[in-house]
């Protein structure tokens, strides 16, 4: 079973759409993250969602809005797509009841700004 | 927040060990040292973690300078399966507030 998984795999869409990505994990972890990694490869943390509150956001547009309904389940919502936004994204769950405190990832998604 | 410093590219033969380093000379008393490493279109994956002692596990050794401000991840035996960009992470424990702050990593290279 994958622990991490993110839907779709692969999205590309016009500018000024409106996309979702989702992304459950089955290992319990109560905290959630979505990751944004740039053309230049860059990694850069987006927000962490602890049971289903939000705890980071980095200074993302308004136009990225993640939902959580429930612990399992962090979602990213973009709203008007701009070109800048092409990407992978991608999630991660933790919980600091695993000794190492390790953040599980999950396999990206790559969206596709035209 | 902390800042590590990797060389931007290594390589190395098969078979042969693997030293990567790490500088991260503002280190805070409380800072654990992390590396993840990510293979080629795959998300990041955690390697090992430290704070003032060498480590070892399955996949790699970590060594830590005495004085913290320096770290080397060590793979033993490199094979293909490790050509990936390594991450040396710089992580202040935190409840619920953790996050990860990627650095540029160093782009492992390994040869047949």
């Known amino acids: 079973d994958t622990a991490v998984s993110q839907t779709p795999k692969y999205l590309v869409t016009q500018m000024g759409n409106d996309k979702s990505i989702k992304c459950e994990q089955n290992?319990?972890?109560?905290?959630m993250y979505w990751y944004k990694q740039d053309s230049k490869k860059f990694l850069k943390i987006m927000f962490s969602y602890n049971n289903k509150e939000l705890i980071i956001n980095e200074t993302v547009p308004n136009r990225f809005s993640p939902k959580s309904p429930d612990k399992a389940h962090l979602n990213l919502h973009i709203n008007s797509l701009e070109l800048g936004d092409s990407a992978v994204y991608f999630c991660a769950s933790s919980s600091p009841e695993v000794p190492s405190n390790e953040q599980f990832f999950g396999p990206g998604t790559r969206l596709t700004v035209l | 927040d902390a800042k590590t410093t990797q060389p931007n590219s290594m390589e190395s033969n098969e078979e042969e060990p693997v030293h990567l380093p790490c500088n991260h000379s503002t280190i805070s008393g409380t800072d654990y040292i992390h590396w993840y490493r990510q293979l080629p279109s795959q998300g990041p994956e955690y390697v090992i973690h430290g704070l003032t002692s060498n480590v070892n596990n399955r996949m790699a050794s970590l060594a830590i300078a005495e004085d913290r401000k320096s770290s080397t991840l060590i793979l033993h035996r490199a094979t293909l399966r490790d050509a990936a960009v390594y991450y040396c992470i710089l992580r202040t424990p935190s409840y619920n507030t953790d996050k990860l702050i990627f650095g540029t990593g160093t782009r492992l290279q390994v040869f047949p």
């Open positions: 290992l319990g972890h109560d905290t």
